[in-house]
């Protein structure tokens, strides 16, 4: 006879893990129990097979189930003569992961569409393997009472599933049923028409109104994709903001008719996260989704069903094979959770509400992902993905990372293990800060973490960073630490692939504080977790009117053809857009820049990339960060091969500044020449490559280092990163880059973390 305990830490909470325990253990013939504490799980097992228990374990572990650290003990027996599933424990100061949302699984499909099961067309059909997790809890241990569906109360049917051990619902904490769960309700104009809420919302559906539906983690905005009024009604409520809209086809089949799907694809499609995952229309999707789901003909962003709510929206009937399921709320704001706070702010946009009365704790807007090199690269990370964290390989003190301000997430660090938040949104409004406070204050509660440093960006005007100085201030003088943003960047690509060295680290993005108080964007630093050098850049180019030479990259076009050609700029603009373009405006930047008045220099690459988009005539004007030089990407896409670079020059020492003039140039030569605009923006491409090349190139034998961290914003350009990732591997680079977070600025807290325990590690 031996008795073992084992305790285990990881995600083995709400994915089915004690269940498991209790049937293997049975199976075995051994005794004692399981349960949860606020670290993970407690096993003690008694009787002749102990020894084997741990290995057979690993070997069958449930499909969620994450193991971290399994540690044993072997204790003298005292003759359990049970095995039972004892209630949770909490122990304080510790913690233990909580799963990410999961979509709905095989088997819950199944019951839901199935005339004869008890939950029958039931929407929160759930069980051990999928459902909600973290958008519903409150709080460690992962039990009932510490979720939003502690305030339903299980029927006897429901009660008997949870307790048996031989039942998929074995312990499922979200369990519930038509005669006891969450109900959903359909109201228009403020009533509750008769009928079955599903199908009045299909109808309304089908008859092109949009409804505003209640989900996993918010709202989203619904109407057939295919009605080009309802589109364009929505597209219109949405302030015209021209950003694709997210679309929920009924399966993958589906999807597969009106975009090319890869196996890669088609596997992020259809597991357990179910992103929105951008993809390439096919000529079949032309005039079947309306155009103003994706003006301009972008990419179309595709997620399959991960409630049992949306599969019964698609179910026994053919009235549409897609919705555009828009985040409810305004653009960049909060997604909105609550019925009342729909009924209020939705109103504008829909014609009437499909809701539910499970809580939603907290808010987590879809993920948006994209497949590039056969990797899921992140543009949003929010629903199943958060909280998983990121092992940083050795315990820190609490850490509070406060993040960037467009696309912000912020990190809070516990043991070993970076949790970053869900994407929080663009952090200039009071309602995204609100957001923010409010899920700092529930991933502090679910994690046990009580922050002693806090890391913010070095720019004295984002949000982020005020609240970092107020937060260390009313916690009675934590300590700071600034971190640069491109650093931040570098770092945070290190930390998700667990490296620990010194980099080449190129960081190409719109904008950053500098330390020098410049805008920066086009980085090569030589780096590490501690500290980086500058070494090379972009030039400068002016950007008159400051922020609003972002929104209007027109701007950015004139200030390069300053830039590259002097007091001939007019002359060339006139070649290149025609007699008289936008006169007045451009008489008045054109005096601006003269005086260098409002015209703040940046080196964000980003920026370079607008300009272009907007000298060959792409976008002029934007409407949501990002679209001018989407614009670039797609009309080099077509152009099959890789053109020769245009002439660029590298200038001076510490760092190198690269001059685009020559590239400008040559740019526009070509457009006075006519040709055509794909092969300019394939060989622009190129370019950019081309210096990544040369200057790690010389950095590597400066440094004698061989790796290189890609991040920044502008490598979600496909094509830019599949032509510097090739290149530099060719060239015989290691490369990190970007998968488990995105290399946006939602990046950002995770590496000023980072860079906040290298920094403490080092004082110990
Ligand atoms: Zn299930
Ligand atoms: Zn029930
Ligand atoms: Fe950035």
Redesign the pocket.
């Known amino acids: 006879m031996k008795r073992i305990r084992l305790a285990i830490t990881g995600v083995v909470q709400g994915v089915g893990f004690r269940p498991a325990v209790y049937r293997l253990a049975t199976e075995m013939g051994l005794n004692g129990y399981v349960l949860n504490n606020s670290r993970g799980v407690v096993i003690e097992v008694e009787g002749g097979t102990a020894e084997g228990f741990a290995d057979t374990l690993l070997k069958s572990l449930p499909p969620l189930a994450v193991v971290n650290t399994l540690s044993t003990e072997t204790l003298p027996p005292i003759g359990h003569t049970t095995f039972e599933i004892r209630l949770s424990e909490k122990a304080d100061g510790a913690f233990a992961l909580v799963a990410p949302d999961?979509a709905?699984?095989?088997?819950?499909?199944a019951?839901t569409l199935d005339p004869a099961d008890r939950r029958h067309k039931y929407p929160f059909?759930?069980?051990?393997?999928?459902?909600p997790r973290y958008s519903i809890v409150q709080g460690v241990p992962y039990d009932r009472p510490l979720t939003t569906m502690r305030s339903f109360a299980m029927c006897p049917s429901c009660k008997a599933e949870y307790d048996d051990p031989a039942d998929?619902r074995f312990h499922?904490q979200p369990t519930a049923c038509p005669a006891c769960g969450p109900k959903i309700a359909y109201i228009e104009n403020g009533r509750l028409p008769e009928g079955e809420p599903v199908m009045l919302a299909v109808q309304a559906l089908k008859a092109g109104k949009v409804v505003a539906i209640k989900g996993l983690g918010g709202f989203h905005l619904g109407c057939d994709a295919s009605n080009r009024e309802a589109v364009r009604r929505l597209r219109e409520r949405k302030r015209k903001n021209q950003k694709p809209f997210a679309l929920m086809a009924r399966d993958i089949d589906t999807v597969k008719r009106y975009c090319e799907v890869s196996p890669a694809e088609e596997a992020l499609l259809s597991g357990t996260v179910r992103p929105i995952v951008l993809l390439k229309s096919t000529p079949y999707s032309k005039g079947r989704i309306a155009d103003d789901v994706a003006p301009g003909g972008s990419r179309l962003g595709f997620m399959l069903p991960y409630t049992p709510l949306h599969h019964l929206l698609f179910h026994g009937h053919d009235h549409f094979d897609a919705l555009v399921m828009t985040s409810g709320n305004l653009s960049e704001e909060p997604i909105v959770i609550d019925n009342d706070e729909a009924l209020d702010r939705l109103s504008v946009f829909a014609d009437s509400f499909l809701l539910h009365d499970r809580d939603i704790y907290m808010r987590v807007d879809d993920s948006v992902a994209r497949v590039v090199r056969d990797a899921p690269r992140l543009m949003r990370r929010a629903r199943g993905y958060v909280p998983e964290p990121i092992d940083m390989g050795f315990d820190m003190p609490d850490i509070l990372a406060c993040g960037g301000e467009l696309k912000n997430t912020f990190c809070v660090t516990k043991g070993r293990y970076a949790i970053q938040s869900q994407h929080i949104g663009d952090l200039t409004s009071g309602e995204a800060l609100d957001f923010y406070a409010e899920t700092l204050k529930n991933l502090k509660r679910t994690f046990s973490a009580e922050p002693k440093v806090v890391a913010h960006d070095m720019h004295p005007d984002y949000l982020s960073a005020r609240f970092a100085k107020d937060y260390a201030a009313e916690h009675g003088g934590l300590t700071l630490v600034p971190v640069q943003h491109h650093h931040a960047h570098i770092a945070a690509c290190m930390a998700e692939n667990g490296f620990d060295g010194k980099v080449i680290g190129v960081a190409f993005d719109g904008t950053g504080y500098g330390t020098d108080g410049g805008i920066w964007g086009s980085e090569f630093l030589i780096a590490d977790y501690r500290g980086f050098e500058r070494m090379a850049h972009i030039n400068y180019i002016p950007l008159p009117g400051g922020d609003a030479a972002v929104r209007e990259p027109w701007r950015i076009a004139v200030s390069l053809l300053v830039m590259a050609y002097g007091k001939e700029a007019s002359e060339i603009l006139t070649k290149v857009k025609g007699e008289a373009y936008r006169e007045k405006e451009v008489g008045v930047i054109l005096r601006m820049m003269e005086r260098g008045i409002n015209s703040p220099p940046s080196c964000g690459m980003g920026r370079l990339f607008d300009g272009v988009s907007a000298l060959l005539g792409l976008r002029e004007v934007i409407t949501y960060e990002g679209e001018a030089a989407i614009a670039l990407e797609m009309a080099a896409e077509g152009v099959i091969i890789p053109p020769t670079p245009y002439p660029y020059t590298l200038v001076g020492e510490n760092p190198v500044v690269i001059d685009t003039r020559p590239t400008i140039r040559a740019v526009v030569d070509d457009i006075i020449k006519g040709r055509p605009k794909g092969g300019i923006a394939a060989r622009f491409h190129s370019t950019v490559a081309d210096m990544v090349f040369r200057v790690c190139g010389m950095a590597r034998e400066r440094t004698s280092i061989g790796t290189v961290a890609l991040s920044g914003g502008v490598f979600q350009n496909a094509l830019l990163f599949t032509s510097v990732e090739a290149g530099l591997m060719e060239r015989g680079f290691r490369t990190l880059s970007h998968s488990r977070v995105p290399c946006n600025d939602g990046c950002v807290s995770l590496g000023q973390a980072a860079v906040a325990a290298a920094l403490w590690r080092d004082k110990c």
């Open positions: 999961i709905t699984c095989g088997d819950c499909v019951e059909t759930n069980c051990v393997n999928c459902g998929r499922a």
